[in-house]
């Protein structure tokens, strides 16, 4: 994996931030580029230079609020998606040293806490004068009696704190106990921050997100941002999760995935808040169902994930995308145990960037990056047989079918594959063909190393025979495999399991870099025998 031309270790990004400078440095890598791109005026505008990476950050937090009055200024200037608050405040939090002096004001503003009077109500719904009430266990919780931020009075067990008020907090508890079970850091204590309430204890508000389409968020208000990686958070939660925009199974399974959901990014922000986005937001989403098992809220993103889009590589982080790559970490974990994902985090902490410690981080338990890549994508195909939880998981689609018999007993094609992503050729035998043979070809034209190709043989009960077809010094792998009677389908899965990159290059990939392993080529022949 390659990083800078000018890094002694390629994997390795500046040893140490210990100066403001480097800081800032670091910042700028988050302000490289569009956190989500597509095109919209408002991308374009920073494309073309006329607007700051800083201010492209600041135009990106208004229009969660206020859409209309950014597409006055940039029209067809598109909503961010509802889910990215943590992300798109966390990048103009990074940007506000270098905004100018009334859009310095206007982030504070944004960013300020709900209990902070100079704080944008919009956002949260707190409004001026509202009684603040407090309930503190491992974190402290913190309320209003009246306004729209107000969750449901209902107080069925005379406790004197609301009944959501206790679940909430309920929530927060078990999600931070099972972070401690597994090993993870605390939240960094806040005393440092701008505004911290009671103690050193994280702080979560509850405001009015569900009018916005937001289920939670995390930020931070920490002085150490500008010299350290580590840094303290506070987080909102909804007050009632009651709003139909949130489409929740529950009120209850909603408050459960986003307190772990959020809780966990307040635990990321002890390693590296400046961590890459698809790092951030994919193991986020894999401890939600990791604190609450049979939750589930985590299969609305596999539609757009390495299981619904096969081709699309893991580590873009955009589109949603960045959410549905728990996939990938419940693969991991169930493969090398869950301790793969906190020493993933260890190595990001150390200034190791997302893909970098994931690969050192696998490596570490005795398995190539490559492989475990190749198995996760194969595992996509037949998930009932490798998940413990894969009656629930769509298999993911191939790439194209193609059916063989007498009339047809052979066919041949290429195709070329992304960095981190697949495709896969499946063959079906037609009707009336007896026990009969497939032999696979398959060649790479360059990337051999990290390229990957595996056959399945499916089996009409669900069971899978694996066949791994290694590739020789020419590129080439070869396999027999059974097709015919007896046989459902055979799965010819061509992985590029490639991991390098030219950094910093405004993407949203890993380390806003370019992958120097796209558009690889790939040949394939199945020849009935």
């Keep these: 994996m390659r990083g800078t031309a000018a890094a002694a270790d390629p994997l390795r990004v500046p040893a140490r931030l210990t100066s403001l400078l480097v800081a800032v440095l670091a910042c700028a890598a988050v302000l490289a580029g569009p956190a989500v791109a597509g095109g919209d005026s408002l991308a374009r505008a920073h494309e073309t230079g006329r607007i700051s990476s800083a201010a492209y950050n600041l135009e990106r937090a208004r229009a969660l609020l206020d859409l209309g009055a950014v597409r006055r200024r940039y029209p067809g200037a598109a909503r961010p998606d509802p889910h990215d608050v943590t992300g798109i405040l966390r990048d103009l939090r990074a940007a506000v040293p270098l905004l100018r002096a009334g859009e310095r004001r206007e982030a504070e503003r944004i960013l300020a806490r709900p209990s902070d009077g100079s704080g ?3 956002l949260h719904g707190w409004q001026d004068g509202a009684v603040v009430r407090t309930l503190c266990s491992e974190v402290c919780l913190h309320w209003v009696e009246t306004g729209p931020a107000a969750p449901p009075p209902a107080d069925k067990d005379a406790s004197g704190a609301p009944d959501w008020v206790e679940r909430s907090l309920e929530a927060l508890d078990a999600s931070l106990s099972r972070f401690d079970a597994l090993g993870y850091r605390r939240p960094r204590g806040d005393l440092g921050s701008a505004s911290p309430e009671v103690d050193a204890r994280l702080d979560v508000y509850l405001g009015d997100l569900g009018r916005h389409g937001f289920f939670g968020y995390c930020t931070t208000d920490d002085a150490a941002a500008w010299h350290s990686r580590r840094v303290s958070a506070y987080c909102v939660l909804d007050d009632d999760y009651l709003d139909p925009a949130l489409r929740l199974a529950s009120p209850l399974a909603g408050l459960r995935a986003t307190a772990a959901h959020e809780l966990f990014h307040a635990v990321q922000f002890n390693y590296d808040w400046l961590e890459d986005l698809w790092l951030m937001e994919g193991t986020a989403t894999w401890m939600e169902d990791v604190a609450f098992p049979g939750v589930h809220d985590s299969l609305r993103y596999l539609r757009r994930s390495p299981v619904g889009r096969p081709t699309v590589p893991l580590d873009v982080g955009r589109g949603g995308f960045l959410y549905g790559n728990w996939i990938f970490w419940r693969y991991a974990a169930e493969r090398l ?30 398995l190539t990056f490559p492989r475990l890549f190749s198995g996760f994508a194969a595992a996509n195909r037949v998930p ?120 910093w290059r405004g993407t949203e990939l890993s380390c806003r870099g370019v992958s120097l392993d796209d558009g690889r080529a790939l040949t394939f022949r199945a020849t009935l025998r």
């Design 120 to 122: 944008d109500a919009e």
């Design 337 to 366: 145990g869950p301790r793969v994902v906190r020493e993933t985090w260890e190595r990001a902490g150390r200034d190791e960037y997302s893909l970098a410690a994931a690969r050192r981080a696998v490596q570490a338990r005795g």
């Design 384 to 503: 009932r047989a490798v998940y413990r939880e894969g009656h629930l998981y769509p298999r993911a689609r191939a790439f194209a079918f193609h059916a063989l018999g007498a009339s047809r007993p052979e066919v041949a094609g290429s195709v070329t594959v992304a960095h981190l992503a697949s495709k896969t050729i499946a063959f079906r035998p037609l009707d009336g063909l007896g026990a009969r043979s497939l032999a696979l070809e398959v060649t790479v034209g360059r990337g051999a190393s990290t390229s990957r190709v595996t056959a399945l043989v499916v089996r009409p009960g669900g069971g899978v025979e694996r066949r791994r077809l290694a590739l020789d010094g020419a590129g080439t792998g070869r396999a027999v495999v059974p097709f015919g009677f007896g046989v459902r389908r055979v799965d010819l899965v061509l992985v590029n399991a490639g991991t390098s990159y030219r950094c």
